[in-house]
C-alpha cells in the first residue's frame, strides 16, 4: 500500500497507474494500490481530494473516506473529510454511487448527479444533507434514504426508485 502525505501547504498532483488524477489538499493522505487490482481500483482518503477518474467499465473506482465509499465509473468530484463523522462529496462530472462502507445499511446509497453536494454523517448513513450548486442556500434538500436492492431486473419488475422533490 503507498501512503502520500501532504505536508507541503500546496495542492499535490498525483498521477494514478490507470492514468486518473487525484489532487490532494494540503494535510490530506492517500492511499492506495500502486497497480491497481484487476475487477477494481480503490483508494482511502483522509482530508480533501479532487478525484478525475479515468473512464474503465470493468473496474469500479471506488474512494473509502471516514466510513464512507465513493464508487465511480469515470467522473470527476470532490471529497472532504469535515471531521471523523462527516464527509462531504461533490460531483463536477458523471454519477457517482456514495454509500457506507460498512455496517447494516451497506445496501444503502445516493446516487449523485451534476453539481450536487452530499453531506453524510457516516455513523447515520439514512440522514443526509442534498444540496446542488445552482440551487439558493434556501433549497437545501433534504432526501430519505431508501434500502434498494442490488438486482436492477428486481429493481425495474418491483418498481423500485429514489423519490426526491426534484
Not at 43 to 59: C, T
Not at 86 to 103: A, D, F, N, Y
Not at 120 to 136: D, G, I, P, Q
Amino acid at each position: 500500500m503507498q501512503t502520500i502525505d501532504n505536508k507541503t501547504g500546496k495542492v499535490m498532483q498525483i498521477t494514478l497507474s490507470d492514468c486518473s488524477v487525484v489532487a490532494l489538499y494540503p494535510n490530506g493522505i492517500l492511499q492506495y494500490l500502486p497497480a491497481f487490482e484487476e475487477n477494481r481500483r480503490i483508494l482511502y482518503l483522509n482530508g480533501k481530494a479532487r478525484f478525475d477518474v479515468r473512464k474503465d467499465k470493468v473496474r469500479p473506482f471506488t474512494v473509502y473516506a471516514s466510513g464512507i465509499a465513493t464508487t465511480a465509473l469515470g467522473t470527476r468530484f470532490i471529497i472532504s473529510v469535515l471531521d471523523d463523522k462527516q464527509v462531504s462529496v461533490t460531483l463536477k462530472e458523471g454519477i457517482v454511487k456514495v454509500s457506507p462502507e460498512h455496517g447494516r445499511d451497506t445496501s444503502m446509497h445516493v446516487l449523485l448527479r451534476p453539481g450536487d453536494q452530499l453531506i453524510v454523517n457516516s455513523r447515520k448513513f439514512h440522514s443526509y444533507s442534498l444540496t446542488h450548486e445552482a440551487a439558493s442556500a434556501f433549497a437545501k434538500e433534504k432526501r430519505t434514504v431508501l434500502k434498494i436492492p442490488d438486482d436492477t431486473t428486481t429493481k425495474k419488475k418491483q418498481g423500485w426508485s429514489l423519490k426526491t422533490n426534484r
